[in-house]
């Protein structure tokens, strides 16, 4: 099975910088993606690793070290609309998510 | 990117009837699909897997008589919740991965279900 842990809430400041950590446990691995999810809504895909290392794309980069068990999203320049929930989602070798609790993100004035 | 479409986005049923989810994917064809569901303030569950043309498989504590799952085509997999009870009122997503990608899924807009 897979065991995937993320903080539950995070708060920081427009134009400042936050760090999201996400440590899994699993029983297969074929990536780990980063989802945005609003209120109501479907996720939106984020990012996607499967070799340790960083992936930037834009404000927002992801790191991943297998041998950890550990990534993390980074989020460059907020703005109020990247308030929302972030989702850690690990890939087994059959394609199939298993997702973290989420991380919801209030991004003051 | 690809896109995946759900209907109805919004339903409301009496207990005991039966409400059919369908999901579509738009401009690729998708061998295996994915049924989800999220609770309010929880993460998404998976719950099955929808492959064309064979039975899908569930997930482990997924009644299989209670969420019938058919995927008649490549670009259609239907979700139907027998016997609707209130406990079964949540969010269902819906992806699809297309295999023209290394890894990519692609979530539909999700369905509101209320049992009232």
């Known amino acids: 099975g897979q065991n995937i842990d993320q903080p539950t809430e995070m708060t920081a400041t427009e134009g400042a910088i936050v760090q999201i950590n996400c440590t899994y446990q699993?029983?297969?691995?074929?990536?780990l993606f980063w989802y945005q999810q609003h209120a109501g809504e479907a996720p939106t895909f984020l990012s996607y690793?499967?070799?340790?290392g960083l992936e930037e794309k834009g404000r927002f980069s992801s790191f991943l070290s297998r041998s950890k068990g550990y990534s993390y999203l980074l989020l460059k320049e907020l703005q109020m609309k990247d308030s929302a929930s972030y989702l850690c989602?690990?890939?087994?070798?059959?394609?199939?998510?298993?997702f973290g609790a989420g991380t919801t993100v209030t991004v003051r004035a | 990117g690809a896109v995946v479409s759900q209907h109805p986005s919004w339903v409301i049923c009496k207990s005991g009837t039966s409400v059919k989810i369908e999901c579509r994917s738009l401009?690729?064809?998708?061998?295996?699909m994915f049924w989800y569901r999220q609770f309010p303030k929880q993460s998404l569950m998976l719950m099955a897997t929808s492959n064309e043309g064979s039975k899908a498989t569930y997930e482990q504590g997924v009644e299989k008589d209670k969420f019938l799952i058919n995927h008649a085509s490549l670009t259609l997999s239907t979700l139907t919740v027998t016997s609707a009870h209130p406990e079964d009122s949540s969010f269902y997503i819906c992806s699809a991965r297309d295999p023209g990608t290394d890894y990519e899924q692609y979530f539909g807009p999700g369905t509101r279900l209320t049992v009232t």
């Open positions: 690793n499967v070799l340790d």
């Open positions: 989602a690990v890939s087994d070798n059959d394609y199939k998510l298993s």
């Open positions: 699993t029983s297969g691995f074929n990536g």
């Open positions: 401009d690729f064809q998708a061998t295996t």
